[in-house]
């Protein structure tokens, strides 16, 4: 008959499955890429120990897709070592400020475009909630773009119109939706 040695159930909970280190040691290889692939002043800003950063610019160097990758994971391997909570943050607050600033636009973007669209009525809703607003250079501008879309020519005023919303969210927060 076969034997059995019994498992201390303490131990076993402390060690990770398989699972686990798989899914772990990709995260990790998925950093270690997103290293590489960052712009150079991104990486600039954040700080790695030397030979982190040796191993990074080596990995950058290299064209090679089959070569890039073992490169790549041999960066991982080194990035094991370290603690990566630190460098996991600092890879994450620059995609999260590209984030906003792109939800940002899109706001404003809708705030002109319902503009020109109703023009008053916008206008009207902002005027009554205090926003710091020139109404004559506003309708200016929304009468020019109106004309400018229907002539297809290239929408200058539109743009204006776009940098004094920016104007205004930049002094006092536009809300989220249009009024």
């Known amino acids: 008959m076969t034997s059995q040695k019994p498992v201390d159930k303490d131990i076993q909970q402390d060690v990770p499955s398989k699972s686990e280190r798989k899914r772990e040691a990709q995260a990790i290889f998925l950093?270690?890429?997103?290293?590489?692939?960052?712009?150079?002043?991104?990486?600039?800003?954040?700080?790695?120990?030397?030979?982190?950063?040796?191993?990074?610019?080596?990995?950058?160097?290299?064209?090679?897709?089959?070569?890039?990758?073992?490169?790549?994971?041999?960066?991982?391997?080194?990035?094991?070592?370290?603690?990566?909570?630190?460098?996991?943050?600092?890879?994450?607050?620059?995609?999260?400020?590209?984030?906003?600033?792109?939800?940002?636009?899109?706001?404003?973007?809708?705030?002109?475009?319902?503009?020109?669209?109703?023009?008053?009525?916008?206008?009207?809703?902002?005027?009554?909630?205090d926003f710091p607003i020139e109404r004559q250079q506003f309708r200016q501008l929304i009468r020019n773009a109106r004309r400018e879309a229907s002539q297809n020519k290239p929408p200058a005023s539109a743009r204006s119109l776009f940098r004094l919303l920016h104007d205004i969210d930049q002094q006092q927060r536009l809300p989220d939706t249009v009024a």
């Open 31 to 129: 950093l270690a890429r997103e290293l590489v692939e960052m712009k150079t002043n991104a990486l600039a800003k954040i700080e790695l120990p030397d030979d982190l950063q040796e191993a990074v610019d080596k990995a950058r160097r290299i064209k090679s897709h089959g070569a890039r990758k073992r490169e790549v994971l041999f960066l991982s391997k080194k990035l094991r070592a370290i603690e990566l909570e630190a460098i996991s943050i600092a890879i994450a607050q620059p995609q999260a400020a590209a984030r906003e600033e792109t939800i940002r636009q899109h706001r404003l973007e809708a705030w002109r475009d319902a503009l020109i669209a109703d023009g008053d009525q916008i206008l009207n809703s902002l005027c009554q909630q």
